[in-house]
C-alpha cells in the first residue's frame, strides 16, 4: 500500500484548521488567522508519530497534548474553564466532522449483498474533506448560533396565582407579545391553556382584544399576585389562554416584551 505523505499532510493540515476556525467563530474567540495557521501546522507535522512504534494508550496522551498545544497557540490561556471549553468544542467539532466523514465513507466505499459487506475500491474521503467538510461545519456553526439566540430569551418564571398556587415553568421572552388590557393597562403574557386551566377560578375572566396578522380575537386573561423572573418581582402583569390561532406556538408560556424592560430597571 503506497502512502502519499504530502497528500496526508495536506488533508490533516486543512481538517485541523477548519475545527480550530470553528471554534473560533462559535466561541467568538476573534483571534489572528495565523495563530490558527501555525497550530494546524502542528497538528499535521505530529502525524510523524505515526510511523513510531507506540501503544494505544501513549498514543492517545500524546494526542491530547498535541491539542492542548494547537489551543495554547491558537487561542492562549485565560482561565481553566477557558482552556475547557476551547477543548470541548475542538473534540466536539471533530467528533461531528468525523462521524460525517465516516457515514459518508460507509455509504460510498462498501457495498453490500444481503449481509455481507465488501469494500469496492472507491474512497471519497479526499473529496468530502476538501469540498463537503467546510459546508458541514458551517451548519454546525449556524446551529449552535441560532441555539444560542433561543436560548437566551428562555427564563425561569414564578407564576402567583390570587389563590396562592404557585406555577414555575419555562418562558420565552417574545418581542413579538405586546398585548396589554386597555382598561386595566396591564400587561398580559400567554401560557398555554393545559398549563394554566389547574391554577386559575373560570369565574373570574378579564377577556383582552388582540390583533395579530391573520387573525384576532379575544384573549381569556386571569389576575395574579407577581411574577418572578430572575429575584425580580413584577406586579403589574395578567396571564392569558394562549388563543386557538396561536395554538401552534411550541411554547408554554409567551412572555411580554415588557418584562425585558422591567427586569433592566429592577437590576
Given at each position: 500500500?503506497?502512502?502519499?505523505?504530502?497528500?496526508?499532510?495536506?488533508?490533516?493540515?486543512?481538517?485541523?484548521?477548519?475545527?480550530?476556525?470553528?471554534?473560533?467563530?462559535?466561541?467568538?474567540?476573534?483571534?489572528?488567522?495565523?495563530?490558527?495557521?501555525?497550530?494546524?501546522?502542528?497538528?499535521?507535522?505530529?502525524?510523524?508519530?505515526?510511523?513510531?512504534?507506540?501503544n494505544?494508550?501513549?498514543?492517545?496522551?500524546?494526542?491530547?497534548?498535541?491539542?492542548?498545544?494547537?489551543?495554547?497557540?491558537?487561542?492562549?490561556?485565560?482561565?481553566?474553564?477557558?482552556m475547557?471549553?476551547?477543548?470541548?468544542?475542538?473534540?466536539?467539532?471533530?467528533?461531528?466532522?468525523?462521524?460525517?466523514?465516516?457515514?459518508?465513507?460507509?455509504?460510498?466505499?462498501?457495498?453490500?449483498?444481503?449481509?455481507i459487506f465488501?469494500?469496492?475500491?472507491?474512497?471519497?474521503?479526499?473529496?468530502?474533506?476538501?469540498?463537503?467538510?467546510?459546508?458541514?461545519?458551517?451548519?454546525?456553526?449556524?446551529?449552535?448560533?441560532?441555539?444560542?439566540?433561543?436560548?437566551?430569551?428562555?427564563?425561569?418564571?414564578?407564576?402567583?396565582?390570587?389563590?396562592g398556587?404557585?406555577l414555575?415553568?419555562?418562558?420565552?421572552?417574545?418581542?413579538?407579545?405586546?398585548?396589554?388590557?386597555?382598561?386595566?393597562?396591564?400587561?398580559?403574557?400567554?401560557?398555554?391553556?393545559?398549563?394554566l386551566?389547574?391554577?386559575?377560578?373560570?369565574?373570574?375572566?378579564?377577556?383582552?382584544?388582540?390583533?395579530?396578522?391573520?387573525?384576532?380575537?379575544?384573549?381569556?386573561?386571569?389576575?395574579?399576585?407577581?411574577?418572578?423572573?430572575?429575584?425580580?418581582?413584577?406586579?403589574?402583569?395578567?396571564?392569558?389562554?394562549?388563543?386557538?390561532?396561536?395554538?401552534?406556538?411550541?411554547?408554554?408560556?409567551?412572555?411580554?416584551?415588557?418584562?425585558?424592560?422591567d427586569?433592566?430597571?429592577e437590576?
Amino acid at each position: 500500500m503506497k502512502i502519499y505523505l504530502d497528500l496526508v499532510f495536506l488533508l490533516n493540515f486543512s481538517y485541523d484548521l477548519l475545527l480550530l476556525m470553528t471554534v473560533d467563530i462559535t466561541l467568538k474567540r476573534h483571534v489572528k488567522f495565523r495563530k490558527l495557521f501555525i497550530a494546524a501546522l502542528l497538528g499535521a507535522v505530529s502525524l510523524v508519530i505515526l510511523f513510531i512504534p507506540l501503544n494505544d494508550i501513549v498514543l492517545f496522551i500524546f494526542k491530547i497534548i498535541i491539542s492542548i498545544l494547537m489551543l495554547l497557540i491558537s487561542f492562549g490561556y485565560k482561565s481553566l474553564k477557558y482552556m475547557a471549553d476551547n477543548f470541548t468544542y475542538l473534540y466536539m467539532t471533530s467528533v461531528i466532522l468525523g462521524g460525517f466523514l465516516y457515514f459518508l465513507s460507509l455509504e460510498f466505499s462498501y457495498k453490500n449483498e444481503g449481509l455481507i459487506f465488501y469494500f469496492d475500491g472507491f474512497s471519497i474521503n479526499y473529496i468530502v474533506l476538501l469540498i463537503i467538510a467546510p459546508i458541514i461545519l458551517y451548519l454546525y456553526i449556524k446551529e449552535q448560533k441560532r441555539y444560542k439566540s433561543t436560548l437566551k430569551y428562555n427564563v425561569n418564571v414564578s407564576i402567583c396565582f390570587k389563590n396562592g398556587k404557585i406555577l414555575d415553568c419555562n418562558g420565552f421572552l417574545d418581542t413579538g407579545n405586546k398585548l396589554r388590557d386597555p382598561i386595566t393597562r396591564k400587561y398580559v403574557i400567554l401560557l398555554s391553556k393545559k398549563l394554566l386551566v389547574p391554577y386559575i377560578n373560570n369565574k373570574s375572566p378579564i377577556y383582552v382584544p388582540y390583533k395579530v396578522v391573520g387573525y384576532s380575537g379575544i384573549v381569556e386573561c386571569f389576575s395574579i399576585r407577581y411574577l418572578k423572573i430572575n429575584n425580580c418581582i413584577l406586579e403589574n402583569y395578567l396571564v392569558g389562554i394562549i388563543p386557538e390561532g396561536m395554538n401552534k406556538i411550541s411554547m408554554n408560556c409567551l412572555l411580554n416584551y415588557k418584562i425585558m424592560e422591567d427586569i433592566c430597571l429592577e437590576n
